[in-house]
């Protein structure tokens, strides 16, 4: 992997070399509990939602960016996503706050260089990449600064790809938990993009076909019988085996609903 230089912006960044990462310290302002990062790093191995939404992702950016480029995951959790990048990129930076995620991420022993820091403000020089990457990471943070610097670490004409809950009307006391800000609608993601410099190309959903369960489960259910984080295992295989084959179906399809909005964008 070639190497990637942390640099000094204004002499605010400390980075410390740790086993497998570097640390630049947790961020002031956490918008996301220990709690729910602990429970979705639990249940991201084997739930349904989890590895047909990464296999989307990376059906899309296989379709959009060179292979071995340089590539950035802002908010990588515990790194479940890094072995994909790593089969794209040729050099590849992951940045998460929780130290506990980074270093659950190290233990995946991919070539990236990660660093536990601030998402909003990440020690490259600017136009160091030429993709970012950001799973269910926008909802959590004030959308403004976090697009910027986004769009501040890549190149002119580089890609952000992105996902995030959607469809407000989905809603729940499971959202209020897991410490989103919103549930998007396209036009709200595209006017965000539109005011930090981003040109949307385009999006699509994730769990189009299971979308009426959601709506059962979130409003008539509220989501309050916790069988959307623990479904049976019977269960869990049968929406796993949905989502799967949507994803190999239509992931060269423009889905018009779903759980999920992905969308992909290019720095202007």
């Excluded at 929780?98 to 233990?107: G, P, T």
Aim: with cysteine; hydrophobic share 40%; charged share 20%.
């Amino acid at each position: 992997m070639q190497r990637t230089d942390f640099r000094c912006r204004q002499c605010v960044f400390t980075l410390i070399p740790r086993d497998g990462y570097f640390d630049a310290g947790q961020p002031a302002d956490l918008n996301f509990s220990s709690v729910r990062r602990d429970l979705l790093a639990s249940i991201e191995s084997s739930h349904f939602w989890f590895q047909p939404r990464n296999e989307l992702m990376r059906n899309i950016l296989k379709r959009l960016i060179p292979h071995q480029c340089r590539i950035i995951e802002l908010g990588c959790g515990t790194g479940r996503f890094l072995p994909e990048l790593q089969t794209l990129a040729s050099s590849l930076v992951a940045v998460d706050a929780f130290e506990v995620s980074i270093q659950a991420a190290a233990e995946r022993r991919t070539t990236a260089v990660l660093v536990r820091g601030d998402i909003n403000a990440v020690p490259v020089d600017d136009g160091t990449f030429d993709a970012a990457v950001s799973m269910d990471v926008l909802e959590h943070v004030e959308p403004i600064p976090f697009l910027q610097e986004a769009r501040r670490i890549v190149r002119d004409n580089g890609w952000l790809v992105l996902s995030v809950p959607a469809s407000p009307g989905l809603w729940s006391r499971v959202d209020e938990a897991a410490g989103h800000r919103c549930r998007y609608t396209s036009a709200k993601l595209l006017k965000e993009l539109n005011e930090t410099g981003w040109k949307l190309y385009g999006s699509s959903h994730y769990q189009c076909l299971l979308y009426p369960l959601m709506v059962i489960s979130r409003i008539f259910i509220k989501g309050n019988s916790g069988i959307e984080q623990h479904p049976p295992r019977i269960l869990n295989t049968f929406l796993g085996a949905i989502n799967a084959f949507e994803v190999k179906a239509f992931s060269h399809t423009r889905l018009p609903w779903g759980s999920t909005l992905i969308a992909w964008a290019k720095k202007i």
